[in-house]
């Protein structure tokens, strides 16, 4: 009889009040971290000179920090189009595992759906879905989703604003908040496996020597190393496991 209660009947659609409630419950600590963090990133685009048009719209439609932070220092250092598109479309490759990931934990779901959903994924939401034990269902996910992404774009809007107020030798600070959105994902996945410390210190390395022996530009490094390390630690998982069979 409750169950029952919990489900809405929407035109075309079968909604449970049960999932919403959940997902948007499980979304309240994805927002209070994306705030401080979005609010970083726009503050940032700020002391850089980018629009608060070109800021804010970023946030809605690249909707990822680590890549948004990186295309604003790429921009404020002149790089060109196809070398931040380039950065920006590598760094966020992950996300096609991730969507695919939450699809099959979906089962069925309809293809106007699915796109929306596979859009609003992110580290955290993908981190805090596949932590479920049962099927995710549409209606959870963009709970948790969409006010994650809402939290996202009113920080990047909230943080641009208050660069008319704030002091510019904290804003030229803002920097800062990529290495530490980066140090905050990384410490917990080198917890978790010491392989994941190796392939970022080894990314550092090779990234470092190729900026300091000048034989690429930072932009290009930066790409070459997103490529290569990947690809190597890659094949020497494979060869190890072929080698233990």
């Known amino acids: 009889m409750n169950k029952n209660k919990q489900i809405i009947q929407v035109p075309g659609y079968i909604v449970n009040s049960a999932n919403i ?10 927002m209070s971290g994306y705030f401080p963090i979005a609010a970083a990133y726009g503050l940032l685009a700020a002391s850089q000179g980018i629009s608060f048009l070109e800021t804010v719209s970023m946030s809605l439609i690249v909707f990822a920090g680590a890549a948004q932070f990186i295309a604003v220092q790429m921009l404020s250092a002149d790089a060109a189009f196809n070398s931040i598109a380039s950065t920006v479309f590598l760094m966020n490759l992950r996300h096609f595992l991730m969507s695919a990931s939450v699809k099959s934990k979906m089962g069925h779901v309809s293809k106007f759906k699915f796109p929306f959903i596979a859009f609003f994924v992110t580290d ?33 809007a909230a943080g641009y604003a208050a660069g008319n107020f704030i002091p510019e030798i904290l804003i030229n600070c803002m920097g800062i908040a990529l290495y530490a959105m980066f140090i905050a994902l990384l410490i917990p996945a080198v917890k978790k496996s010491r392989r994941n410390g190796i392939i970022a210190a080894s990314a550092a390395i090779l990234n470092t020597l190729l900026i300091k022996t000048e034989l690429t530009g930072p932009n290009t490094s930066l790409i070459i190393t997103i490529i290569s390390i990947p690809l190597v630690f890659t094949l020497l998982s494979s060869g190890a496991e072929k080698n233990a069979k």
Do not use: C, H
């Open 124 to 156: 955290e939401t993908f981190a805090v879905s596949s932590s479920k034990q049962t099927r995710i269902e549409s209606d959870y996910m963009l709970s948790l989703q969409i006010p994650s992404y809402l939290s996202w774009v009113a920080g990047s």
């Open 21 to 30: 409630k959940e997902g948007f419950k499980n979304a309240i600590p994805i």
